[in-house]
Every structure is written in structure tokens, then in C-alpha cells.
């Protein structure tokens, strides 16, 4: 208890880390949204962290994290989140329950992927390749057999791509057990415990709110920000009290230009492309074509002083330190925040209260972010405390389920599961 609350405002900073891009993530959605916010969240536990060893290979811890909370995108929740706003126990349970389900996922594949690049050792390397066609099997065998065969449906008519994600995790898991990456696995439990929480509780405030007449916020981002969180709280307790093996030497920043590529081109594009892609017969054409070549001008500019800057990097024998992983932080998170201020027409409708919110987080992390150190505790794997926990997070869940049916009458897209 001690060491938790020595290490409190460290996981708090980094669950604002996480929660911040999450909540930005709202107006975006998909994949690729889900790959920015993930990545910045990794850089916000790095740079708490403050362990020297591991910033010569933030770019890959980045990337992974960045892959693994992004791969939760392809799961369909909308259904799940009308669920909770029933008005009978058992369909509201079910789909806070539910939330808490997908919400693992996000944090189980993000977590787990971040740890197991933090991981990798001359030693005991990861074998990638290996690993994406495990996890590519695993989705596509457990997706096939839930799905096609037992029908075991979570949100008819939606898509059901959770079973994949759930194969993955499986395969996911059975690599870091085999290989011994007993850190990750601790990492990917309490980001999982994390997100779902965060997930099923983001859906009781938006429901208690829409209850409450609070219309002034985007109730949306506000159960947004809270998978965001509660999984960055998550992935920082279990990284902060998992036992890492001591710092390895020998551990080069030349880690190739695919992560820059990824983070910094790949993701902000097709953000920028799915986001921007305005019809040429709407109004205010000539006002969005600026602005949706200005944010493209943007990417270029991110991309290619990141680039140019790697390159020049590569020359020079010293290790990344601190302010280099801070610096590429708050790139990462000013930019991901303009692309969101432009695509909601802040310029024409000015600062919603959420929006004043985010810039409020990143001024926060700016300054407190150099200042704080999480706080490291060798904790080895307890199967029997995290089952202990996710059954407290259920009955946790039914005691909101019981609250929320309670607060209101029907709602604007209440959906029933079970009728």
C-alpha cells in the first residue's frame, strides 16, 4: 500500500497520458485512432519511468504499444454501450460486463505488445514474425470456431471482431508464457484490468450524465477518456511493479526507421485521410479544402523533421535520453490535438468546454511529466489475486448496473440483448 501511494501521482500522469489521446480518439475512431492514442500513452509510462536503458528503444516499445491498443479498434461497441443505458439489471449488466470484455482486450494485446518490447533481450529476443502469424491464427481459429460455429454472439447485428481479438490475446499469451516474458504478462493483465473498468465505468458517468441533464460536455469523450485512463493507470501499475531484469548493456538506438515511419507517416495518415476526406459539394468547401491540405502539409512536416532528424541521429554514438523521448511526447500529442481542434471546425464554432479540458491535461503532463518518477517493485505472476480483482470489478459492475437502472426511465438509443 505504501509503495501504491508513493506511486500515485505517477500513474495518475500517465493514466492523463493515455486518457487525454483516448478521449481525442473520440472524434476519430478506428484503428487508427486507437494506434495514435496507444503510442502516445507508451511514451507517457516511458518517460515516468525514467529508466535510462529503455529509452534507446522507445521507437519499438512505441510502435508495439501503438499496434496492440490500435488492433482493439476493429471491435464493434456501439451496441454494448446502449446496452448500459437500460433500464432492467440484466441487460444493463450484461453490457457493462461486456464493455468490461472489450475494454481487456484494448488493454491486454496495447499491454502486453508495450511490455514485450520492453522485454526483448540479447538474451531471450522476440521473435516478431513468429508472434504476428501466432496472433494472426489465433484470431482468425478462435473468430471461426465462436462465431461461424457456436454462434456465441456479443452485439447481433453488429460485427462480432472481438472473438479475433480474443485469439490474438490467447496466442498473445501463450508466447509470453513459453518464453518466459514474465514482465509483460504482468503488464498486460492490469492494462486489461485497467481498460475494462475504465470502459464499463466511462458508460455508467454517460449514463448518469445524460440522466443528470449535463448536456454542456460530450458525454462521448467523457466515457472516452475514461477507458483511456484507467487503461494508461493500468499499463503504468503493471509496468512500475513487474520484475524487469536488470538494465542491459549493448542495447543500440539504432532500431531502424520502420517505427519512425509508423508513428510518425503510416498512422497520421490515414488518421488524416479518413477524417479529412471532404465532399467537394459541401458548404464551406474552399474553407475546409484549407484546412484539410493544412493538416496534410502537417503530417508532412511531422514526418519529415522526425525523419531527417533520425537520420541525422544515426551518426552520432550517443544514447536517446529523456528529452528526446519528451520531445517526440509532446509532438505526438499537440499534433494528434490539432488534428482533432481542425476537424471538429474549432475555428469556426470556437472551444467547447471538453476541448479546453484537453489542452488543460497537456499542459499538466508538460509540466509534471519531467518532474515525477514511478517508482519500481519486483512483483512476480499472482494468478489468484487478479482473479480476485476481476471478480471485485464484477461485483462492482452489478452494484453500477443496479444504480444506473435506477436514474432513469427510457433513453435515446437504449438497446435490449435480452428481451
Not at 91 to 120: E, K, R
Not at 131 to 139: K, P, Q
Request: net charge neutral.
Amino acid at each position: 500500500m505504501h509503495i501504491l501511494k508513493k506511486n500515485l501521482p505517477a500513474i495518475i500522469l500517465a493514466g492523463m497520458a493515455l486518457g487525454t489521446p483516448w478521449a481525442i480518439r473520440g472524434s476519430f475512431g478506428h484503428e487508427q485512432g486507437a494506434a495514435w492514442a496507444g503510442g502516445i500513452g507508451a511514451l507517457g509510462v516511458l518517460l515516468l519511468a525514467k529508466r535510462g536503458d529503455w529509452y534507446n528503444r522507445f521507437l519499438t516499445a512505441t510502435m508495439a504499444s501503438a499496434a496492440g491498443w490500435g488492433i482493439g479498434g476493429i471491435i464493434s461497441y456501439g451496441m454494448v454501450v446502449g446496452y448500459g443505458r437500460g433500464i432492467d439489471f440484466g441487460n444493463v449488466y450484461y453490457g457493462l460486463s461486456m464493455l468490461l470484455v472489450i475494454g481487456g482486450l484494448f488493454g491486454w494485446i496495447g499491454g502486453g505488445l508495450f511490455g514485450l518490447a520492453l522485454s526483448d533481450r540479447p538474451g531471450n529476443k522476440v521473435q516478431w514474425p513468429a508472434l504476428i502469424v501466432e496472433m494472426t491464427c489465433g484470431g482468425l481459429i478462435f473468430y471461426f470456431f465462436i462465431i461461424r460455429e457456436f454462434e456465441w454472439l456479443m452485439t447481433p447485428p453488429r460485427g462480432e471482431e472481438w472473438a479475433a481479438c480474443l485469439g490474438m490475446s490467447f496466442a498473445l499469451t501463450w508466447y509470453l508464457f513459453r518464453n518466459k516474458h514474465h514482465a509483460a504478462i504482468r503488464v498486460a493483465v492490469f492494462s486489461a484490468l485497467g481498460a475494462g473498468f475504465g470502459f464499463a465505468f466511462g458508460n455508467f458517468l454517460q449514463v448518469m450524465g445524460n440522466s443528470a441533464g449535463l448536456h454542456f460536455i460530450n458525454l462521448w469523450n467523457v466515457m472516452e477518456y475514461s477507458i483511456g485512463f484507467f487503461g494508461g493507470c493500468g499499463m503504468a501499475y503493471g509496468t512500475f511493479s513487474a520484475a524487469w531484469e536488470q538494465p542491459a548493456t549493448g542495447i543500440t538506438k539504432q532500431q531502424g526507421s520502420l517505427p519512425f515511419v509508423f508513428l510518425t507517416l503510416i498512422i497520421p495518415f490515414i488518421v488524416w485521410d479518413q477524417a479529412f476526406n471532404v465532399p467537394p459539394d459541401d458548404t464551406g468547401t474552399v474553407v475546409a479544402g484549407y484546412i484539410k491540405w493544412g493538416t496534410l502539409g502537417l503530417v508532412l512536416l511531422f514526418s519529415g523533421f522526425y525523419t531527417w532528424k533520425y537520420f541525422e541521429e544515426k551518426k552520432s554514438l550517443q544514447d536517446y535520453g529523456f528529452n528526446d523521448v519528451f520531445r517526440f511526447f509532446m509532438a505526438s500529442l499537440v499534433t494528434y490535438t490539432i488534428f482533432h481542434l481542425l476537424n471538429s471546425d474549432v475555428l469556426a464554432n470556437g472551444f467547447s468546454l471538453e476541448q479546453g479540458l484537453y489542452l488543460l491535461n497537456l499542459a499538466i503532463l508538460l509540466f509534471l511529466l519531467p518532474k515525477v518518477q514511478g517508482a519500481f517493485f519486483a512483483n512476480g505472476l499472482n494468478p489468484g489475486k487478479w482473479v480476485g480483482l476481476l471478480l471485485l470489478l464484477l461485483i462492482l459492475l452489478a452494484v453500477l448496473a443496479f444504480i444506473a437502472i435506477h436514474s432513469h426511465g427510457s433513453v435515446p438509443n437504449m438497446k435490449i440483448r435480452f428481451p
